[in-house]
């Protein structure tokens, strides 16, 4: 065997002498490699932070629904769906020990008319309670109360992006807005919150007592929702079947029957949503694979496109006597280092792409160590194999035919 | 002394699908060493078919060849490669030099694989192996920046660097012009003065005269074998032209 200071010199000059072709393959390399990289690194930023956003809701939050558990749009039960009032808000709310807080949502969606302009949005019926259950901060004024609820006050209290489109710098407190012509006044303006965990900007709304949305606003009797906030949040199961038991005593279900509303929570819709992400993982992901497969097909076309060169060379070296394993070597070692350096630098890339990323623009990539290995992994298979392919063709033959081959 | 070339009824056969070829139909050739032979016939008689197997490029389908006493069609894969590192130099007709590698470079290519390091020094010896076909001046041009005649130059210091003893060339001076081959030639006829036996094929009687001994073939067989009479000198007819 040739020593090995000999096989990389060789392999280096090879690399060095064909440099179009050298630059080509590792292109496709570093090309594969750093798209796989950053993709999904894209992928597990998106699900990180929608985690992070659903923990920032409150780990202890439970939500009630009318109608029975649905999944993937299939009816588990059989149970009308009636929706719930005011009244079953208060009596849960006197019965429930294992629940700190509870509030009704009604939701409603209208444009909103005030100050300088005017801006179409959600509004939200609550009670104060829903301030704590879903941790909103107040920037400037008040929540609304109790006794404005029981009382049906038009107050609202506005979020960050409808103060800035309705007074613009301006000072709402005390303005008068009107929300579907109805009059109401700000009384507070809450802290902003940024985008939510769907993605939507969660600044945009309007938070007004319940009792003044439905009647005032909405119509009817019943509420969409019942948000309710746990003891605390390593007791959540049972918090979640006390609010079962007493809402199935509530509406008389007998035992065995299923029921006729949902209690989700909040780890639920933490499973939800990271599956989702999940979805958007795998999306990402394949788009990445699809890259490096092209890349590697790249790869592929060149090495075979220069397999006659290539193989005119291995006929001139066995020629002045080189052996099958001296030509088996050094096109493996040339390939090795080819493909090695290829994926070194498409690693190199990949971070630098995903300081961009994280830097310049809204998404976050987080580099997920596997994803390095296996992406470098196969681009380097993949370009070991196709750059060994002439060298296993033909260093077994006689020098004359590799010589001959066309 | 055992001959350096000793061919019994060697035959070579190409199998193109179902039609086979008969290149050479038993060649008995015996080559002493220090001799300077020229190989002659028409297009397709089989000549460069010998001389790829003289110089282990390929393999007899019948027959026996013992170079320097060895029966070559006993040797593992290896020990042909050696033999090739070792014992040839091969001059093709196409030249066969790397592409975009210069001079200096080819020729240490057969050093690179020499594994006994007979010769300690690589650099030097190719140097000396440029030097010796008159092309110091060129060591570090690449093939395309080379005229045909200098490329035939590289390739046969090529075949002298690992100091082999028999050069086996295939119409080295195919695609050179009279002078050129003249120089060409007269490397060889030095070499062969030192005692390295020198086989070549020619088209040309002309060329074939600067030979010792003319062997000539016909259909894969050997129709004719004569010593040359009136040799003819390189150096001489170098300066006669010199002169003009
Ligand atoms: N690889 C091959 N496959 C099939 N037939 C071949 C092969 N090589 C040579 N032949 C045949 O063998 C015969 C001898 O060919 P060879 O090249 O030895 O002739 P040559 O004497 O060198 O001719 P030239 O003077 O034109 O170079 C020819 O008929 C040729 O067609
Ligand atoms: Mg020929």
Not at chain 1, 125 to 138: E, F, H, M, N, S
């Amino acid at each position: 065997m040739l020593q090995l200071t000999n096989l990389v010199r060789a392999a280096i000059r090879g690399i060095l002498k064909n440099r179009l072709r050298s630059l080509l393959t590792s292109l496709g390399i570093i090309i594969g490699v750093s798209a796989v990289i950053v993709m999904v690194g894209i992928g597990a930023g998106a699900s990180q932070q929608i985690q992070q956003r659903i923990a920032s809701l409150g780990t202890d939050l439970l939500m009630i629904r009318p109608g029975a558990l649905q999944r993937g749009g299939v009816s588990r039960g059989i149970g009308s769906a009636t929706p719930f009032t005011f009244v079953d808000v208060d009596e849960l709310k006197k019965r429930a020990l294992l629940v700190r807080a509870i509030s009704p949502l009604v939701r409603s969606a209208g444009q909103v008319v005030g100050g300088s302009g005017n801006w179409n949005t959600s509004i939200e019926g609550v009670y104060p309670a829903y301030q704590y259950i879903r941790d909103w901060q107040l920037a400037q004024g008040e929540f609304f109360t109790e006794r404005d609820v029981k009382s049906r006050k038009k107050v609202a209290v506005i979020g960050q992006t409808i103060a800035d489109e309705l007074f613009a710098g301006q000072d709402p407190i005390g303005e008068r807005i009107r929300i579907r012509n109805t009059p109401f006044t700000v009384i507070g303006v809450l802290k902003t919150k940024g985008t939510s965990a769907m993605g939507h900007d969660a600044d945009d709304i309007i938070l007004a007592p319940a009792t003044t949305v439905l009647y005032r606003l909405k119509g009817g009797i019943y509420v969409d929702m019942i948000y309710a906030s746990a003891l605390s949040s390593d007791r959540m199961y049972e918090s979640e079947q006390e609010l079962t038991l007493i809402l199935r005593d509530m509406r008389k279900i007998k035992e065995g029957d299923t029921d006729n509303f949902t209690v989700r929570n909040q780890a639920e819709i933490t499973e939800m949503a990271s599956s989702t992400s999940e979805v958007l993982t795998l999306l990402l992901g394949s788009i990445a694979a699809v890259s490096l497969l092209v890349g590697g097909i790249g790869i592929m076309n060149i090495m075979l496109v220069s397999v006659t060169e290539r193989t005119r060379e291995i006929g001139i070296r066995l020629s002045v006597g080189a052996r099958e394993r001296d030509i088996l070597l050094q096109f493996l070692t040339e390939s090795i280092m080819l493909s090695s350096i290829g994926g070194g630098f498409g690693i190199l890339l990949a971070f630098l792409l995903t300081v961009g990323v994280n830097r310049f623009s809204n998404l976050s990539a987080v580099i997920q160590p596997g994803i390095i290995i296996l992406a470098f992994s196969f681009a380097c298979l993949v370009g070991i194999f196709f750059g060994f392919y002439p060298a296993r063709k033909a260093a077994g033959l006689n020098p004359i035919d590799a010589l001959r081959y066309e | 002394m055992a001959p350096i070339i000793e061919t019994q009824k060697l035959k070579k056969t190409f199998y193109i699908g179902e039609i086979a070829v008969c290149a050479l139909r038993g060649i008995d050739l015996i080559v002493e060493p220090g001799e300077m032979v020229a190989i002659m016939g028409a297009s397709g008689s089989g000549k460069s078919t010998l001389m790829n197997l003289l110089g282990c490029l390929d393999q007899p389908t019948g027959g026996s060849y013992h170079l320097d006493g060895i029966d070559v069609g006993g040797l593992t894969k290896n020990e042909y490669a050696d033999i090739r590192n070792h014992k040839i130099g091969f001059v093709f007709q196409g030249f066969n030099l790397l592409p975009r590698t210069s001079a200096l470079e080819n020729v240490e290519l057969p050093l690179f694989y020499d594994r006994k390091r007979r010769i300690s020094d690589p650099r030097r010896a190719a140097v000396e192996a440029l030097e010796r076909v008159g092309l110091a001046d060129r060591l570090h041009h690449e093939p395309n920046q080379l005229s045909g005649g200098q490329q035939q130059r590289v390739a046969i210091a090529r075949a002298l660097v690992n100091r082999p003893s028999i050069i086996l060339a295939d119409e080295p001076t195919g695609n050179l012009d009279s002078h050129t081959s003249i120089e060409v030639l007269e490397v060889f006829q030095e070499l062969n003065d030192q005692g390295i036996t020198v086989v070549m094929v020619t088209h040309e009687k002309d060329i074939a005269a600067y030979a010792r001994r003319i062997v000539e073939m016909l259909d894969g067989l050997i129709r004719r074998d004569e010593l040359v009479s009136d040799r003819r000198w390189a150096r001489s007819n170098l300066k006669r032209t010199g002169q003009d």
